[in-house]
Structures are given as C-alpha cells and as structure tokens.
Nanobody, 123 residues
C-alpha cells in the first residue's frame, strides 16, 4: 500500500483545511485508516482513525469537535476536515493504514505511512 497525503498549507487561527490521503492497493477498503501529526520537537501523536465502513471513527481529545475524519472507498481516499484551527495544531500530518478490522490509536499498530503534509496555523 502506498499513501499520498495532500492539502496542507498556511492558515490563520480559526480557519479550516481539508487534508486528503490517496491510497493504492485493492484491499484499501478493509483497512483502518488513521491520521497522526508531529509538531517540531515533539513525538508523533494520534489524531483520528476510521473503520473500514466509515461508520466508526475515533478522535483524540485535543481535536474532538473540530476535526472530522471520513473516507471514500471508491476513491481509495481518506480525509481529515480540520475546523477552528489553533496554532497548537501546527504540525506535519501523516496518514497511515492499519491492517486490522478494529480501530487502533498507537503508532506501532499501523503498517503503512504516507510522506506527510505540513499544516501551519498562524496566530
């Protein structure tokens, strides 16, 4: 599985961005998809994950109510809609695939990773 993330950029606090992650591979639809982020000088952290049907999602407390994860299996793409952005959301955002049917939130549970897309939120 290869992943290509896009959609990052510079935005003012309170603004919105939508990240996309296109995946290759015929079995994309049965995998859990996740988003992680890594701020400068910090460890990579979980942001959100979505089950293979899209009916089950899970988000970190820091983004609940602001970020929404979704997926389109026909397009092999997962999205992260980010609203009400804050300067502390500034990070490189990575999408990842976990070859498991259940939602997972730890880095080690994910098998494939995209290259990352930079999100910068100015105050």
């Amino acid at each position: 599985v290869q992943l290509q993330a896009s959609g990052g950029g510079l935005v003012q606090a309170g603004g919105s961005l939508r990240l996309s992650c296109a995946a290759s591979g015929r079995t994309f639809s049965i995998y859990v998809m996740g988003w992680f982020r890594q701020a400068p000088g910090k460890e990579r952290e979980f942001v959100a994950a979505i089950g293979w049907t899209g009916s089950i999602t899970y988000g970190a407390d820091s983004v609940k109510g602001r970020f929404t994860i979704s997926r389109d299996n026909a397009k092999n793409t997962v999205y992260l809609q980010m609203n009400s952005l804050k300067p502390e959301d500034t990070a490189v955002y990575y999408c990842a695939v976990a070859k498991t049917p259940r939602i997972v939130t730890t880095l080690g549970a994910y098998d494939y990773w995209g290259q990352g897309t930079l999100v910068t939120v100015s105050s």
